[in-house]
Each structure stands twice: as structure tokens, then as C-alpha cells.
């Protein structure tokens, strides 16, 4: 029943490595996103996809790549992990319309860290 | 720098007190919200406002937005336990549609 699910929720990890972590939500949005959220809980949009379509890269570095399979999927690949990933990142969608961010539903979180 | 600066940034208090948290921002935007977060959960969307000195009451959570549109704030009256939690706003301004601007939350603790 869980409306958007992302794995894994939490992910030890060394410097250098690669690392995927996927969401699916089954509410029928058009839109997900990828937050970021940081030691000091600030919340930072990083990408949002349309239907598949890539429409917002909030200047992320290249290391990480979304990557949007079908409209109920978004999955982040991050590359050469750095200590700053350590982060607790939210993945998101919302419902199709004129105000997309009006409602905006998010995961559980994937609490990063990167050794 | 953030767009978006709530106060206070931690509030202790008695189960049965009040309590008000602020979102205040130089921009205008055309729409804010506020989430509360959990520990190890993702925001819950609480309320979106859209028009200028709106007003909107879920229960004992009463949320405001400035007539200008550049400020909001969060009221809970006779506040419980389940209350707890970090509180966040959130904004859209007209140039930056689809980009929620999130404000570094306001962490709610009532105590019993």
C-alpha cells in the first residue's frame, strides 16, 4: 500500500564506489523528484522528471544520473561517492495539474553514508 | 543563502501550551506549504496556501499567509505529544515553477 517506496533505506558505503538507489510510487503521478537533505535537515530539490522527461537539474554534480525507466519510476546512480553525499535523500511525486508542487508526496528516505 | 528563514529553529514545550512557528522570506511566492517530518519518515504535506492573508485551519493547526505573500506562519493550540516533530515550509515563487524551496524546519518537541 505504500504510496512511493524507495530502497534501500539505508546504505553504508566507501569513498570511490558506485551506488543505485530506486523509488516507484503507484499513485499515477506524471512528476517525481529527488531531494537531498543535509546534516542540518535543509531540504534541496536535485532533478524532477515529467512522464520520463527530465525537466529540472538543479546544477547536481554529473556523478549523479537519474535515470526515469517508465512515468512510475525514478531511480538515482551515483558514481566515485564522495564524503559530501552523506545525506538523507527523499524521493517524491505529485499529481498532474497547473500547481504540481501543491501536493507533493515523499518517500521514507535513503540514509546515505559514505566512509 | 535560503529563501526561505523559519523561527524558531527549536521549540520545547508542555503538552497543553501553545505554540507558533514562523516562515518569512524577502520574495513572493505564489504558493507556500508546510510539511511535518518524523524521524526516518519523509514530510507529510499539511496544508498549501495560495492567496494573500488566507487563512486555513486543520484541526488545532491554524496556518496563515501574509498578505504579501512573503510570510506564513503555523499556530497549534493546546498542543500534544503527537504533535512533535520538524515542522517545514515550503514555497514556489513565479519565476521557479516546479522548484519547491524549502525553508530548514522548525524541530517541535511537546513534552507530556
Known amino acids: 500500500d505504500t504510496a512511493v517506496s524507495q530502497t534501500p533505506k539505508y546504505l553504508v558505503t566507501q569513498m570511490g564506489n558506485d551506488k543505485s538507489i530506486k523509488c516507484e510510487q503507484n499513485?499515477?503521478?506524471?512528476?517525481m523528484y529527488w531531494y537531498k537533505q543535509d546534516s542540518k535537515k535543509f531540504l534541496k530539490i536535485m532533478f524532477s522528471y515529467n512522464n520520463k522527461e527530465l525537466i529540472i537539474n538543479e546544477t547536481v554534480p554529473n556523478r549523479f544520473s537519474p535515470k526515469s525507466p517508465d512515468k512510475a519510476h525514478l531511480n538515482l546512480h551515483i558514481n566515485s561517492l564522495e564524503l559530501g553525499d552523506s545525506a538523507v535523500y527523499f524521493c517524491a511525486s505529485s499529481p498532474p495539474g497547473a500547481a504540481t508542487n501543491e501536493k507533493l508526496f515523499f518517500g521514507s528516505g535513503t540514509q546515505l553514508s559514505v566512509l | 543563502t535560503q529563501l526561505l528563514e523559519q523561527s524558531p529553529q527549536f521549540l520545547s514545550i508542555q503538552e497543553g501550551e501553545n505554540l507558533t512557528v514562523y516562515c518569512n522570506s524577502s520574495?513572493?511566492?505564489?504558493?507556500l506549504q508546510w510539511y511535518r517530518q518524523e524521524p526516518g519518515e519523509g514530510p507529510v504535506l499539511l496544508v498549501t496556501?495560495?492567496?494573500?492573508?488566507e487563512v486555513k485551519k486543520l484541526k488545532r493547526l491554524t496556518f496563515q499567509f501574509g498578505d504579501a505573500r512573503k510570510d506564513s506562519s503555523l499556530h497549534i493550540t493546546a498542543a500534544q505529544p503527537g504533535d512533535t516533530g520538524l515542522y517545514l515550509c515550503?514555497?514556489?515563487?513565479?519565476?521557479?515553477?516546479?522548484?519547491?524551496?524549502f525553508g530548514a524546519g522548525t524541530q517541535v518537541v511537546v513534552t507530556p
Open positions: 496556501v495560495v492567496t494573500g492573508g
Open positions: 515550503a514555497g514556489e515563487t513565479p519565476d521557479s515553477w516546479g522548484k519547491l524551496q
Open positions: 520574495s513572493v511566492f505564489s504558493s
Open positions: 499513485l499515477g503521478h506524471d512528476t
